[in-house]
């Protein structure tokens, strides 16, 4: 075997080791992005998991139902004096009283949410 065809085989070899190199190195870099594009998912999971836990554990606790009873009985209260003296339209209005109380302090539920969930991340 003459000398070019020597140099020319180990060349070629060396081009396919390097090529073979470069190509586990790419593969390597894809895995690692891939990995860590999992690992962001994951904490993003999680991070929704423990929302939703909290936003369950309102749902059922004793403050929000309370809270609710309270100004529901508030604004029937209120609702009570004012058409005290109208009994035809009392009586049309008064089935919608409970549903307007509902609404309206599960609209002002907001900040003792806020003031519940500082208790409960804390306590």
Request: proline share 2%; with cysteine; hydrophobic share 35%.
């Amino acid at each position: 075997m003459p000398k070019n065809e020597g140099k020319i085989l180990e060349n070629n070899s060396q081009n396919a080791n390097n090529a073979l190199e470069r190509e586990k190195t790419n593969n390597l870099e894809q895995y690692k992005n891939k990995i860590y594009e999992l690992e962001n998912e994951i904490e993003t999971i999680k991070e929704r998991n423990k929302r939703v836990e909290l936003d369950k554990k309102w749902e059922t606790s004793f403050t929000r139902r309370f809270c609710i009873c309270i100004i529901t009985y508030l604004i029937v209260l209120i609702y009570s004096f004012i058409i005290k003296d109208l009994t035809t339209i009392a009586i049309i209005f008064s089935s919608i009283v409970p549903v307007i109380g509902f609404i309206l302090s599960t609209l002002s539920l907001k900040l003792i949410r806020k003031l519940w969930e500082k208790k409960y991340k804390n306590g």
